[in-house]
């Protein structure tokens, strides 16, 4: 059983940054898949960025691609979303979430995840 926390969330104006983290505990994490989805009020919960611990390889969903970036440090079993020139759509509730094994192509889909945080929210203003 995998538990996780995310925490870092809070109020920026736009144009500003925010690093999220998201604590693992229950297992290692290698060779799981890891993400970052965001669900904003009336909206579906749509993925952001994704991990996979076993290669390193990541995803970006378009929305966010140079901008935020998504990183692991295994000694600390953390999962991070680093976000940057953050903007009002960017506002939402992140969650984190884990799967066991390589979730490839569709890694930034949420029915491919079976652990999930309780989320952190990130409000932008203009």
């Known amino acids: 059983q995998v538990q996780l926390v995310e925490s870092g969330g809070g109020s920026v104006q736009a144009g500003g940054s925010l690093r999220l983290s998201c604590a693992a505990s229950?297992?290692?994490?290698?060779?799981?898949?890891m993400g970052w989805f965001r669900q904003a009020p009336g909206k579906e919960r749509e993925g952001v960025a994704a991990?996979?611990?076993?290669?390193?390889?990541?995803y970006y969903a378009d929305s966010v691609k140079g901008r935020f970036t998504i990183s692991r440090d295994s000694a600390k079993n953390t999962l991070y979303l680093q976000m940057n020139s953050l903007k009002p759509d960017d506002t939402a509730m992140y969650y984190c979430?884990?799967?066991?094994?390589?979730?490839?192509?569709?890694?930034?889909?949420?029915?491919?995840?079976?652990?999930w945080g309780q989320g952190t929210q990130v409000t932008v203003s203009s």
């Open positions: 979430a884990a799967r066991l094994g390589s979730l490839g192509l569709l890694s930034l889909r949420k029915s491919g995840y079976n652990y």
């Open positions: 229950g297992s290692t994490l290698r060779g799981y898949s």
């Open positions: 991990i996979y611990t076993g290669t390193g390889r990541t």
